[in-house]
């Protein structure tokens, strides 16, 4: 199935679990602010992820959807780097979902990990210390490889 991961990353956090997700299943990847959104309507599963800012995605992400063609055919997979526990996800991740449901494409499913604090008193912190850790890495190639067989 060919893949796209598209990530925003500040910290670095969330580029380490989008590349960890691209190596495992040999997916292109792109950062949200180089996406040429005419060319994702080729691929079939397409992945949406940054860090958790103020308990949503970043706004990259949103302002990327509107250039989106509408796509029936494709699948799409949120993940994300938080503070928030993981019981916090279905929260921090619905209004993404509701973008990717605008675009007709259906959700294949959700990853988040912890990440490294990176910004404001978090940084300060050391909030989320070495994480993402290789326990992390290795729960996000085993996600993309159970959603992308």
């Known amino acids: 199935m060919k893949t ?3 990530y925003m990353s500040l910290g670095g956090n969330t580029k380490q679990i989008a590349q960890a997700m691209a190596d495992a299943i040999g997916a292109d990847i792109i950062n949200s602010q ?4 005419d060319n994702i309507s080729q691929y ?3 992945g949406f992820g940054s860090g958790i800012y ?3 995605h ?4 949103f302002d990327l959807m509107p250039k989106l063609k509408n796509n029936q055919n494709a699948k799409a997979f949120i993940f994300s780097t938080s503070g928030a526990p993981a019981s916090d996800m279905e929260k921090n991740h619905q209004a993404l979902k509701k973008a990717i449901a605008f675009k007709g494409m259906k959700l294949a499913g959700e990853f988040n990990c912890p990440g490294q604090g990176s910004w404001g008193i978090f940084k300060l912190m050391n ?3 070495s994480r993402p850790n290789a326990g992390d890495i290795e729960n996000a190639k ?3 490889k159970e959603i992308n067989p």
């Open 4 to 6: 796209l991961i598209i």
């Open 34 to 37: 180089d996406v040429d959104a």
């Open 44 to 46: 079939e599963l397409i």
């Open 54 to 56: 103020a308990g949503k």
């Open 58 to 61: 970043h706004q990259d992400l």
């Open 127 to 129: 909030f989320n210390k």
């Open 142 to 144: 085993k996600f993309i």
